[in-house]
């Protein structure tokens, strides 16, 4: 089993794979201290699972999560961090995470954390299972929102990368006219950052 380790701290990091290392039938063949970083390595060395943090330099770990999947989506993301807020569970699974475990977790749970994603199946530590319940619990599924096609060709530019500049040049329009479209698209999924509207596109199938 090849995995892909994300994580800013480099004593982290560095922990985390020499876990791994003693594990048998795994194997540690990147590491990446940013998600941009993680995204590129994924599409080079296409591990079976990529081991990845939420808070991180550049892009973040569930903004990598949703580039690494779409790219390729056959990779598994396991999402091991610190944080367990609800917006950044949502974040995470909104992008296609497979699993979602605590760094105070125990070794053993992190390791067969990391077996089940590869094999397929959905992993979250007890904490996070509850309030993913609590949070369906609050209210039923909404409706998709309809946006408009220059509504669409920005959000997909921006799940490429693009810069606001970048896209207006791309698409022949102004940068005003750019966050117009932005902040319209925000609106219509309820987000409030780039990162969670593309996430949220993605969840909706809309790009």
């Given at each position: 089993?090849?995995?892909?380790?994300?994580?800013?701290?480099?004593?982290?990091?560095?922990?985390?794979?020499?876990?791994?290392?003693?594990?048998?039938?795994?194997?540690?063949?990147?590491?990446?201290a940013?998600?941009?970083?993680?995204v590129?390595?994924?599409?080079?060395?296409?591990?079976?699972?990529?081991?990845?943090?939420?808070?991180?330099?550049?892009?973040?770990?569930?903004?990598?999560?949703?580039?690494?999947?779409?790219?390729?989506?056959?990779?598994?993301?396991?999402?091991?961090?610190?944080?367990?807020?609800?917006d950044?569970?949502?974040?995470?699974i909104?992008?296609?995470?497979?699993?979602?475990?605590?760094?105070a977790?125990?070794?053993?749970?992190?390791?067969?954390?990391?077996?089940?994603?590869?094999?397929?199946?959905?992993?979250?530590?007890?904490?996070?299972?509850?309030?993913?319940v609590?949070?369906?619990?609050?209210?039923g599924?909404?409706?998709?929102?309809?946006?408009?096609?220059?509504?669409?060709?920005?959000?997909?530019?921006?799940?490429?990368?693009?810069?606001?500049?970048?896209?207006?040049?791309?698409?022949?329009i102004?940068?005003?006219?750019?966050?117009?479209?932005?902040?319209?698209?925000?609106?219509?999924?309820?987000?409030?950052?780039?990162?969670?509207?593309?996430?949220?596109?993605?969840?909706?199938?809309?790009?």
């Amino acid at each position: 089993m090849r995995v892909l380790v994300a994580d800013d701290h480099p004593i982290v990091r560095s922990g985390i794979v020499a876990l791994l290392g003693m594990a048998p039938g795994i194997e540690v063949v990147g590491e990446a201290a940013d998600g941009a970083a993680a995204v590129q390595l994924a599409r080079d060395l296409t591990p079976d699972v990529v081991l990845m943090d939420l808070r991180m330099p550049v892009l973040s770990g569930s903004a990598a999560t949703a580039a690494i999947l779409a790219d390729e989506p056959r990779i598994r993301v396991l999402v091991l961090t610190t944080y367990e807020t609800d917006d950044a569970i949502l974040e995470a699974i909104e992008a296609g995470a497979g699993g979602y475990l605590l760094k105070a977790a125990p070794q053993d749970e992190i390791i067969a954390g990391v077996r089940s994603v590869a094999a397929g199946q959905t992993v979250l530590a007890p904490s996070i299972a509850t309030k993913l319940v609590d949070r369906m619990r609050g209210g039923g599924p909404a409706a998709i929102p309809a946006l408009s096609g220059r509504e669409l060709e920005v959000l997909r530019l921006v799940a490429a990368g693009r810069s606001n500049p970048e896209i207006a040049r791309a698409l022949f329009i102004g940068e005003a006219t750019v966050k117009t479209h932005l902040q319209h698209v925000f609106e219509k999924l309820g987000v409030s950052d780039r990162t969670r509207a593309v996430t949220r596109a993605m969840e909706l199938r809309l790009i």
